[in-house]
């Protein structure tokens, strides 16, 4: 009996778990928001890259 009650007040496990998550969340925002920045960017350079060919032609 005293062994599950250690083992129920032992949180160090579910404290990983919740950091894992935690890290696994900011991981997906910062891809999101990379990929919607990339692509941003990518559409600025095309409109600038045009827009030289344009003038120097």
Do not use: C, H, P
């Amino acid at each position: 009996m005293i062994m599950i009650r250690k083992l129920l007040k032992n949180s160090k496990g579910a404290t990983a778990i919740e950091y894992g998550l935690i890290a696994a969340l900011i991981a997906v925002a910062a891809i999101t928001a990379m990929s919607s920045l990339g692509s941003n960017l990518n559409d600025t350079f095309t409109n600038v890259s045009d827009n030289v060919k344009i003038k120097t032609q």
